[in-house]
């Protein structure tokens, strides 16, 4: 690096970037729960009261309770101190967003005039605002006298039961108890109070553990916590849950229960290098929701639902997650958080994606991205030089292997001076974009948060003079040290400073911006290199959406890389009003989904962390966030040429498929291994290209209807129980397609479970259908990962490789149908623009009953844009120009197309024999055009079934 920037401060920066990433994390530098007074004392709490049976701390005042339509309010007393404040409970009953159905309730608890404010995110940031979210009027009733029943006015049985001593809620629907709240009576709620104060009983943790009250040291570092104790916990119990995940982001198994962890799971963003795996550690980012399944054993009815539980509180938080006993059936859970409120929001399900769609429903869809940024992304830390990038652009071409974004690390800038250029090495920033936007694709450059302090600086001198930057507690700007040297953080939580940094992508002000220039947004949680935890100062001040510095770090700690990404993201619409940004964050929150995407942060080119790659971002599809994955194959280090196919064989199933590198690693572009490695990345980046039609359409259906990309196998199965114990190494890409990964070297053969139905092979689609249910004994290829296709299922494609995404869309489309009952789904529009939410896209169905394949507009999506906005649904030329019909009984002796206004065109249709006997048929250039009804209808001189 000291070749690249100024020598004496680059090489001082290249030493401790090097130091912390020659060996694995170190565990010392983070805190566990033990090590951070407010968990500390909590699990002191949780062991006092379950040592003493029927101890419990809180009741409901019964003469409290006022309802008004959706709402009920009451107050919660602390039974062994009648002089303290009670705490402030809200209850709300909220619709389902896609059917008039029950599904949410929020259960939200807070202190009564507290003596300092109580951090609440703004509505609309995380959780959307009240007047987008649809009330559920709810009756209330008392079916005895120390409960009241809240039920829900609209269809689903949606019901809490609320037991005023010990105080409790129960959520049920469909008639059957799915959580229960505060069941062990492990509520803690630690009242502000003034130094000295205590209570004159039993009221909360603060008297079972002294230490770190008021002052906390760890890692030489001293928090002052001048406003003392503040810590909200809660016990939430999942009934009849064997089987619960989420929790994002945590590298670990999906299923939190089966992985035991003595210590909870912990939520504190960190830049953690070299993180380690199967550990509950805090990583880069986090979301406080978790989906339960349920099973029942009741005859009759469904044997497994699904239900979700979600806490948007931003402050440090740990979670602590205990599977079934022996015995017992619920998995009970408790969350504990250093600051804020409880504001817990409660989904019935029943199945998976209705719980991802109440999720959403609360924290908004997520945003669609455009095309280019479906395709390879290709990164390393740093490239050299304008030459050096043009260089590596043309030899994609040269090599005839397609790819999109072009990435430059922090090595671009003028003194890690963010929105410069370096003034030799990128001194000619048009030259590189010329040439990229030539090849149809697009440039990213690196703009982290930490801002070196250097005066003439314009983005430090702007911020410094509207004092927008975070501050210390005593009043002072903050600064730390990072990448530039001294630097200083600006107050993202702050509207206003949010503002101004959207303005700094200008291209008045940040040179040679335009529209095909993306952004990545990196060190965010924030990092600061001499920072507790190598963070900042949980004492550290925010105005955030106040009237003054009034909110602590330690309030935000989780949101702050939230708030850079919406800024950023801000920053590229005000510059390109009519082009769909692309942000990619390492730090995030609950609500990430709504700006960019995101990826597992700095791991290593090691099988473990290939192998754990997979739950790490099935976690972050479930939690919403499906633009994600992984540094492909691995941050550090120089992997061997296996684990280099292995990993791209992998990669190109991620939403978001980038190879990355370290600045000491070798150069690792898919042409360095030799020709036949070469070839293999040529195939399989070449699959990824083919199958954007899939890709995109799954991203349409998650931007406007909520469903995650990337699923575990149970997602549509719930009663598929052996699917279950198979999450860590398979995954369903939308529905239809199942990859299973390769995680250690030298595997010949690979154990691959599919689920019922009939399994087509992805990459020979002549092979004999698998019959699902069962797991089988697989031979491992080396060109490519066990991939199936399940049957009763349409895939489209785009065959003709091209140098990147940009240069397909005029390309015509390939149907494959798999069965001879199958369904697909399309989704077109232009790729880049705003228009779709106009509702100028297509979105078709295309269905075959063994004999026609039918196009027809698909069912509307969720959102209500897909409503209002059908009329203007474009025209388009784009059409198909093949049918591929696999597993058909028959050779078909013709084709015809039908044309919705009754015209036909006769068509050629060629067979070839499948090993069981079947056929596939291929129908070339019918003449059906995307958007428009038609039918290929095949002809068969017997019957075409059986």
């Not at 694709?441 to 302090?453: A, F, N, S, Y």
Request: aromatic fraction near 12%; glycine fraction near 8%.
């Amino acid at each position: 690096r000291g070749s690249l920037g100024p020598a004496p401060l680059a090489a001082l920066w290249a030493v401790v970037a090097l130091s912390r990433g020659a060996d694995a994390v170190d565990a010392s530098k983070f805190r566990t729960c033990e090590q951070g007074s407010f968990c500390r004392r909590y699990r002191k709490y949780v062991s006092r009261i379950e040592g003493s049976p029927g101890t419990h701390v809180h009741a409901l005042d019964p003469a409290s309770v006022v309802h008004r339509g959706h709402r009920v309010t009451a107050k919660l007393l602390f039974v062994n101190d009648a002089a303290a404040k009670p705490l402030d409970l809200t209850v709300r009953f909220y619709k389902d967003a896609v059917e008039d159905r029950c599904g949410i309730a929020r259960v939200h608890l807070t202190e009564e005039a507290p003596l300092h404010l109580r951090f609440e995110l703004r509505e609309g940031d995380v959780v959307m605002k009240e007047q987008d979210l649809r009330p559920d009027e709810v009756a209330l009733s008392h079916p005895d006298e120390g409960s009241a029943l809240l039920t829900s006015a609209a269809p689903g049985d949606c019901a809490l039961t609320v037991r005023y001593k010990p105080f409790e809620i129960d959520f049920r629907a469909g008639g059957r108890l799915l959580q229960r709240i505060n069941s062990r009576s492990l509520l803690n709620f630690e009242r502000y109070r003034q130094k000295g104060e205590k209570a004159a009983g039993f009221v909360d943790a603060t008297g079972e553990d002294e230490s770190g009250l008021w002052d906390e040291g760890f890692g030489g570092h001293t928090d002052t916590k001048p406003r003392g104790p503040a810590a909200v916990g809660v016990d939430v119990s999942f009934e009849s849950t064997p089987d619960i995940v989420g929790l994002a982001q945590h590298a670990a198994g999906l299923n939190l229960g089966a992985n035991n962890f003595d210590e909870p799971y912990r939520f504190f963003n960190l830049d953690v290098f070299e993180y380690a795996i199967d550990v509950p550690m805090a990583i880069y980012g986090a979301v406080p929701f978790v989906t339960a399944v349920h099973r029942w054993n009741a005859p009759g009815t469904p044997a497994s639902t699904a239900s979700g539980f979600f806490i948007p509180n931003p402050s440090e938080g740990f979670v602590k997650v205990d599977s079934p006993k022996k015995g017992g059936d619920s998995t009970n859970t408790w969350w504990v958080f250093e600051s804020g409120v409880l504001d817990m929001w409660l989904f019935a399900g029943p199945t998976p994606h209705a719980v991802m769609q109440q999720y959403h429903t609360v924290t908004g869809l997520p945003r669609l991205p455009p095309i280019s940024t479906l395709g390879k992304h290709q990164s390393r830390w740093n490239y050299v030089d304008v030459e050096d990038s043009i260089g590596v652009n043309k030899k994609f071409d040269q090599h005839d292997i397609p790819y999109d974004v072009l990435w430059l690390d922090i090595e671009h800038t003028d003194g890690k001076k963010y929105f410069t250029w370096h003034p030799t090495h990128f001194a000619d920033p048009d030259k590189l974009l010329d040439a990229i936007a030539q090849s149809k694709r697009k440039l990213v450059t690196i703009v982290d948060p930490h801002i070196k302090g250097e005066n003439t600086y314009k983005v430090f001198k702007s911020i410094k003079a509207k004092d927008l930057f975070t501050k210390t507690h005593t009043g002072k700007q903050f600064d730390g040290w990072c990448w530039p040297g001294t630097s200083y953080y600006p107050d993202f939580c702050n509207p206003t400073m949010r503002d101004l940094w959207a303005r700094f992508f200008s291209p008045n002000f940040y040179p040679h911006s335009r529209p095909d220039l993306y952004t990545w947004n990196d060190m965010n949680e924030p990092s600061v290199f001499n920072g507790p935890e190598v963070t900042m100062p949980r004492d550290n001040l925010h105005k955030c959406h106040t009237s003054d510095y009034g909110v602590e770090h330690r309030d935000v700690h989780n949101v702050y890389g939230f708030y850079h990404h919406m800024a950023t993201v801000q920053g590229q619409l005000e510059r390109d009003p009519n082009v769909r940004p692309f942000v990619l964050t390492r730090s995030f929150f609950a609500g990430s989904h709504r700006h960019g995407a995101v990826w597992t942060g700095d791991n290593m080119g090691r099988w473990q962390h290939l192998a754990r790659s997979v739950p790490m971002l099935l976690n972050l599809c479930l939690g919403g966030i499906s633009f994600s994955g992984a540094d492909v194959p691995g941050f550090f280090f120089d992997p061997e040429p296996e684990l280099f196919r292995r990993w791209h064989q992998l990669g190109i199933w991620y939403p978001f498929y980038r190879g990355h590198a370290h600045l000491e690693t070798k150069r690792r572009e898919p042409w360095m291994f030799g020709d036949d490695v070469t070839a293999m990345m040529r195939d399989q980046i070449s699959v990824r290209y083919q199958m954007l039609p899939v890709w995109y359409t799954l991203f349409a259906e998650w931007a406007l209807g909520g469903w995650p990309i990337l699923r575990p196998l149970w997602y549509h199965s719930l009663e598929d129980v052996e699917a279950f114990g198979h999450s860590d190494d398979h995954f369903l890409v939308g529905e239809a397609i199942l990859v299973r990964s390769v995680t250690e070297a030298g595997m010949k053969k690979a154990d691959v479970y599919l689920p019922e139905g009939a399994w087509y092979d992805f990459w020979d689609s002549k092979a004999a259908p698998v019959k699902g249910g069962r797991s089988i004994s697989v031979a491992l290829h080396a060109g490519h990962l066990p991939v199936y296709v399940r049957g009763g299922h349409v895939l489209f494609k785009k065959l003709r490789r091209r140098r990147s995404a940009g240069a397909m869309a005029a390309d015509p489309y390939s149907v494959f149908v798999f069965g001879v009952q199958a369904k697909g789904r399309l989704y077109v529009d232009d790729g880049d623009s705003h228009e779709y939410q106009k509702g100028a896209f297509i979105y078709d169905e295309f269905e075959f009953d063994g004999t026609a394949l039918r196009s027809r507009p698909a069912p509307a999506f969720w959102d209500s844009l897909a409503a209002k906005g059908l009329p203007a649904t474009p025209k388009t030329h784009l059409r198909v120009e093949r049918a591929v019909f696999v597993g058909l009984p028959h050779a078909p002796s013709g084709a015809k197309v039908v044309h919705h206004d009754g015209q036909q065109d006769v068509l050629q249709v060629t067979s070839e024999p499948a090993a069981d006997g079947t056929f596939e048929a291929t129908v070339k250039k019918p003449t059906g055009i995307l958007g428009a009804q038609w039918s290929l209808e095949l002809e068969f001189s017997g019957p075409a079934t059986g």
